[in-house]
């Protein structure tokens, strides 16, 4: 219901009171999916999914579409694609369409993730397959997955991409290729040993997978586990969710605004803990009458 109201009318001042409360009141830890097309996020998440269930933790799922640029259109498939027990309410998908939005996430993944982190274990963000520049899913993940295929050059491409700087865990896919995906998870884990760590002490994990035969599924669970602890510790997770909060409110304004309204709307501080969407209601009103 939330969901579909939000999706409906976005700028509804119930929604957005809905929007602050949910924002207080965060649960869950997300995690954000992306990486190529077929690359297999959809598979690894059924599976990931499974594991997760199996231990009783409940998920939320965000599925992003890409659209046509022709129609605006979405067939939604990734929602088909992922294996879940339809009677399981421990289990929810909410598919979205990308519609001209780059970066990998729909317009409205920002509030859904909001709303939904209030009420799971974990939500889940799957992309759009991505390529090299699209990384807007670290603006709204606590962790980040990047998906890679062995034998099909993403490793290569990862080398001198600019999504090697997003990623705290690499699943290397389809790991009962053997050779294969035991050269592209060195040749990433190489990549990454080039790259920042993102100054938090935390050094990205590269782990091969095999989704069809679970092979390291558990161990990849495990390692979503870990990075949820590192932030745990030392207030790293509330800090992390206020950069990412701070960005929202100047995103939000220069997308509604353009750069004029970025300067006519002067400081855009947020104080740590209060909601975004009220900020951002704020200072839209104020704007929106000069």
């Known amino acids: 219901m939330a969901l579909a109201r939000l999706e409906r009318q976005p700028d509804a001042d119930d929604v957005r009171q809905q929007l602050d409360a949910a924002y207080a009141a965060p649960r869950a830890h997300v995690v954000g999916i992306t990486g190529p097309p077929g690359v297999g996020k959809s598979t690894l998440l059924s599976a990931l999914i499974q594991e997760w269930r199996s231990v009783g933790r409940s998920v939320g799922v965000i599925a992003i579409d890409p659209s046509s640029r022709r129609?605006?259109?979405a067939l939604l498939g990734d929602r088909a694609r992922l294996v879940t027990d339809p009677a399981d309410e421990g289990i929810f998908v909410r598919s979205m369409a990308a519609r001209d939005r780059l970066g990998g996430l729909a317009e409205l993944t920002l509030g859904a993730m909001v709303i939904m982190r209030a009420l799971y274990d974990l939500v889940v963000i799957e992309t759009v397959g991505v390529g090299q520049s699209e990384t807007d899913v670290a603006g709204v993940a606590d962790t980040v997955l990047f998906c890679v295929q062995p034998g099909s050059g993403d490793?290569?491409?990862?080398?001198?991409?600019?999504?090697?700087?997003?990623?705290?865990i690499v699943a290397v896919t389809k790991a009962d290729l053997g050779t294969l995906a035991e050269r592209a998870r060195a040749d990433v884990a190489g990549a990454l040993s080039l790259g920042e760590t993102g100054g938090d002490g935390w050094s990205p994990r590269v782990l091969a997978v095999s989704s069809q035969q679970r092979a390291g599924i558990a161990?990849?669970?495990?390692?979503?586990?870990?990075h949820a602890a590192h932030l745990a510790d030392a207030d790293r997770l509330a800090r992390s969710r206020h950069a990412q909060a701070q960005l929202w409110v100047e995103e939000a304004i220069r997308e509604r605004f353009g750069r004029e309204g970025l300067r006519r709307a002067g400081d855009l501080a947020l104080v740590p803990g209060s909601s975004p969407f009220a900020r951002i209601a704020r200072l839209a009103a104020r704007l929106a009458v000069r």
């Open 71 to 73: 129609t605006g259109g």
């Open 155 to 168: 490793s290569l491409q990862f080398m001198k991409a600019g999504i090697v700087e997003i990623p705290h």
């Open 219 to 226: 161990a990849l669970s495990d390692a979503l586990a870990a």
